[in-house]
């Protein structure tokens, strides 16, 4: 990896130049990597390159509207597709995470497929970073999860793939974004989106629920470390598909458990978890319950990488 973002832009800009001899499509998925690469794309090439971003129905809340501003700021050529039904009609019944996971890449493909022939480009720009490939099995490792970017990729994909920060890290990813002016308290989030953290089927009800219990986490952990420097790596709710028993009022429920995973780590290869107050997760569990009725659960998880990955699935 060589020197400063100052020096590593220029290089970027025009490795993303000198290997689009067509036109390129980007899947924007919102994250710290591919946005990005959105923004290193409209400095180099502008128009060249269309930004897709795919509301597969498994963002979080207002995601899209966030992203769009984004590209707005930032002059990215860009288009929305909403594609919630069919990732979520795919998904139905489906349990197991590394079928979800498939289904999922095999879906956007699916769309930027579609989407790229419209628009004649030839090339797939993808935010692939070097933590994605080496855990897909790159460098002949065993597959840990066959996700990130790199998941459910068709060998017979029509279009050339453009990865320009393949060999970056997650803290060369945080360097170059606050370089470049985009937001860095950003959390990494994955390309699968909710369905890696709804255990077992994704339903549009789960999804939902999921949704509101993400965005009070969100809020909850912005507010107790308003330094962003200070604020755990990353910070999420799990969804599990374990029912107890509980009580709601004065009456019995038997509704979800909700686990939190706050996690530390310098490149998402390995860490540990977060260790923050007990005051702060009882009020955190507190407001889940109280605003969630359908929850009477919340759980803590104390597992560092390895043995655990960060997401539950
Ligand atoms: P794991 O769970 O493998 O996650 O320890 C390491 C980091 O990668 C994120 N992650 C993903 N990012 N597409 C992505 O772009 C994915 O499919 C994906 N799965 C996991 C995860 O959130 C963590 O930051």
């Known amino acids: 990896m060589p020197s400063s973002p100052s020096d590593l832009v220029p290089e970027l800009e025009s490795f993303i130049s000198g290997s689009l001899l067509g036109k390129g499509i980007l899947a924007c998925s919102g994250g710290q990597d591919s946005t990005l690469l959105a923004v290193l794309c409209a400095r180099s090439v502008k128009d060249k390159v269309l930004v897709v971003f795919v509301d597969t129905g498994l963002m979080r809340k207002n995601e899209s509207k966030r992203v769009e501003e984004l590209f707005k700021k930032f002059n990215v050529n860009y288009r929305i597709v909403n594609s919630s039904e069919l990732f979520l009609s795919r998904l139905r019944g489906v349990t197991d995470p590394e079928e979800k996971r498939k289904i999922i890449g095999k879906t956007f493909i699916d769309v930027f497929e579609s989407i790229a022939k419209e628009s004649g480009a030839e090339y797939l720009l993808q935010g692939t970073i070097a933590p994605d490939w080496i ?131 310098f490149d998402a290869m390995s860490g540990s978890f977060t260790k923050p107050s007990m005051d702060f997760l009882e009020r955190l569990s507190t407001s889940i319950t109280n605003h969630n009725p359908s929850v009477n659960r919340v759980v803590y998880d104390i597992t560092n990488k390895p043995p655990g990955t960060i997401e539950w699935e």
């Open 135 to 265: 855990e897909s099995g790159g460098s002949r490792r065993e597959v840990i999860k066959s996700h990130h970017n790199v998941g459910g990729l068709p060998e017979k994909m029509n279009l050339r793939l453009v990865e320009p920060l393949r060999d970056l890290y997650k803290d060369d990813i945080r360097e170059l974004s606050a370089h470049l002016g985009l937001d860095t308290g950003v959390q990494p989030y994955p390309g699968p989106g909710l369905a890696v953290r709804i255990l077992g089927e994704v339903t549009e009800e789960k999804v939902r629920l999921l949704q509101e219990i993400t965005e009070l986490t969100e809020e909850a952990v912005r507010k107790e470390y308003p330094d962003p420097e200070k604020r755990p790596w990353q910070y999420f709710a799990v969804l599990l598909p374990v029912r107890t028993t509980g009580v709601h009022g004065d009456k019995r429920s038997y509704g979800y458990t909700v686990a939190l995973r706050f996690f530390d780590t």
